[in-house]
């Protein structure tokens, strides 16, 4: 079954199950915050708020308790997040 994600002050949509949950915010034309994509830099944190996921690798970077790393998780539940900046499509804000 297909989860739903929901961001705080935005909006939710249902990811492709392969996504990890930055790419499910790429695909749906959404501005991120990312460096190295595998872990390392910390760059991605995403505060989640409730919901569960999973990583795809083991994450090196630090995560204050609350955080995730949005570049190798994926949801195995429905799930809030918050993300650390105003939420913005590509194309202008939401
Ligand atoms: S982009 Fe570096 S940890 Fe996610």
């Known amino acids: 079954m297909a989860n739903i994600i929901k961001i705080i002050d935005g909006f939710s949509f249902i990811p492709r199950e392969e996504h990890t949950l930055l790419e499910a915010m790429e695909a749906q034309q959404l501005v991120t915050e990312y460096q190295c994509r595998q872990g390392y830099c910390g760059a991605c944190q995403v505060e989640l708020i409730n919901g569960n996921i999973k ?8 995560t204050p308790k609350g955080r995730i790393l949005a570049c190798c998780a994926k949801p195995t539940s429905d799930i809030t997040i918050e993300l650390p900046y105003p939420v913005k499509r590509k194309t202008g804000e939401i």
Do not use: K, R
């Open 55 to 62: 990583y795809t690798e083991e994450p090196i970077a630090f």
